[in-house]
């Protein structure tokens, strides 16, 4: 018979959940490439994979990649501003960060097709929506804890604010380039997008304001973050 061990400690709470958390992280990390997959391969199989179906499927999934994006730069201020119901969205910040990344890993890809069949992009497009990449990659890196450590509490509240600002100002570039003779159906299918990238940026600086007013001058980025 076995005799149970009585002197063994239960693992601490945060020992517990982290497998599960990492799983889950993985999870959100592999559903969203999926499914981005998934769209780009949809698209392809019925428009194509010339250049037409190929700018398509970049459309596709840009807008995957933003509603992948826009609970990762607002969270924290949704839940500062209209509290508790947000804080799930708040508490996933990482995952929807991780979960952007994957899917505009298939959007780079299929950049790479359209190089790669004669329709490079301009260069101008290379700079601008390239350094929009690089800020999500140099996110990815620096959401590691030991390397976020390195950088410390303000450098990491720098990347966050310069590259997560940028990345939205890119997704508004695109999203506001309506061509003047657009139909209404093809403009209202654009109005969510525009008004989440106006809206994204609203309350972030209200949340601010606010936690600047209540905080009464102490440094904002010493705490914790939130990404
Ligand atoms: C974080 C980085 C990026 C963001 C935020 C982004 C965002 C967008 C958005 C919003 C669209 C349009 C979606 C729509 O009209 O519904 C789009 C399409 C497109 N993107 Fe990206 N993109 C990024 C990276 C890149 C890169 C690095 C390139 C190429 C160098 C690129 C090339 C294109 C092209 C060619 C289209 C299709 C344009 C069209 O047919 O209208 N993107 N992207």
């Not at 997959?37 to 037409?52: F, N, P, S, T, W």
């Not at 990491?156 to 570039?173: C, D, K, P, S, T």
Request: net charge positive; with cysteine.
């Amino acid at each position: 018979m076995r005799l149970a061990r009585p002197a063994q400690r239960a693992p601490g709470p945060q020992l517990a959940t982290r497998p599960m958390r990492n799983r889950s992280t993985a999870l959100w990390i592999v559903g969203a490439f999926a499914t981005a997959l998934a769209l780009a391969v949809a698209v392809l199989a019925a428009l194509g994979a010339g250049e037409r179906g190929t700018h398509v499927a970049l459309q596709a999934t840009a807008r995957l990649a933003f509603v992948l994006f826009w609970p990762a730069y607002c969270a924290g201020a949704l839940a500062a501003l209209f509290g508790p119901s947000f804080q799930p969205w708040r508490r996933r910040v990482r995952e929807f960060g991780l979960a952007f990344a994957a899917a505009l890993l298939v959007h780079l890809g299929l950049v790479a097709w359209l190089t790669y069949i004669g329709h490079a992009p301009s260069r101008d497009t290379f700079i601008f929506f390239g350094s929009a990449a690089a800020c999500t990659y140099m996110l990815v890196l620096f959401s590691v804890s030991h390397l976020q450590r390195a950088l410390g509490a303000s450098g990491w509240w720098l990347l966050r604010i310069v590259g997560l600002n940028y990345i939205i100002y890119a997704f508004a570039v695109d999203f506001f380039r309506l061509p003047a003779s657009a139909s209404a159906k093809y403009l209202m299918g654009y109005l969510p997008f525009v008004l989440l990238c106006v809206a994204g940026p609203v309350l972030r600086v209200t949340a601010f304001g606010q936690r600047v007013l209540t905080s009464g001058g102490k440094p904002w980025h010493s705490g914790r973050s939130s990404h």
